[in-house]
């Protein structure tokens, strides 16, 4: 069964182009996901379809106004929706939100703009994402975010070891990658991934994973249960680490 995704945004021409490109494109080509971008302004109040008012108390910017919002809530939502604001204050968007939001069969996801939002609508979503701790001019790239990094993991749409064996699938970040030449800059490829040893280069990938996560993202680790051999590959990591220094 297809997931279908609605984005409500005031600037539909934003999503357009990455949507009908690449990868997006081929997963719906395939019906494996159905995306509908719709104008906010739809249900703009009155003759000019506002959707934003100036904030109460003061102070710059205007504030997305919540009638609009609800109205288009009402209009798309089903009993098997999951309807999402893209907002900085929400839950930060991971790997396994993505997966999570991949099982799901509607979701809605609401884009805002100018300051932010009227506070009365964050009752009207069932869940509050962000992208990371930084303010961005509308709720758009994020929603391009959430879209791409849930619609590769639905079944069929990318072949299954891409998205199990990548960063963040198992917790740690992905192992180093080479393809030719043989030689770049002076640079060679390590032996072992031409040897023909299956085991070995599974266990030399499973090292450099734990290894590149130990060094670059260690808060990963901090309560990660290991097994016996993630255990062993960390010792020889930290003595590897301790002869170099």
Known sequence: ??????????????????????????????????????????????????????????????????????????????????????????????????????????????????????????????????????????????ALVVIDALIRLLPGAIDDESTTEESFADGLLEYPQYTRPAVFDGRGVPEILSSGDHGAVRRWRRREALRRTLERRPDLLADRPLGSEDQALLVEIEAEREAAD
């Open 1 to 142: 069964m297809a997931i279908e995704i609605e984005v409500l945004t005031l600037f539909p021409a934003m999503l357009a182009g990455p949507l009908s490109d690449s990868i997006p494109a081929r997963i719906q080509d395939r019906g494996l996901a159905t995306i509908r971008v719709h104008d906010l302004r739809q249900w703009g109040l009155g003759r000019h379809r506002s959707v934003d008012d100036s904030p109460y108390g003061g102070g710059p910017g205007m504030v997305l106004r919540p009638e609009p919002v609800a109205a288009a809530l009402v209009a798309l939502r089903r009993t098997d929706s999951t309807a999402i604001l893209l907002d900085p204050v929400g839950e930060v968007y991971s790997h396994a939100r993505a997966a999570d939001l991949a099982g799901r069969s509607h979701l809605i996801l609401v884009c805002p703009r100018y300051e932010g939002v009227d506070e009365r609508i964050r009752g009207l979503v069932d869940l509050e994402l962000s992208i990371g701790d930084f303010v961005l001019t509308g709720g758009e790239l994020p």
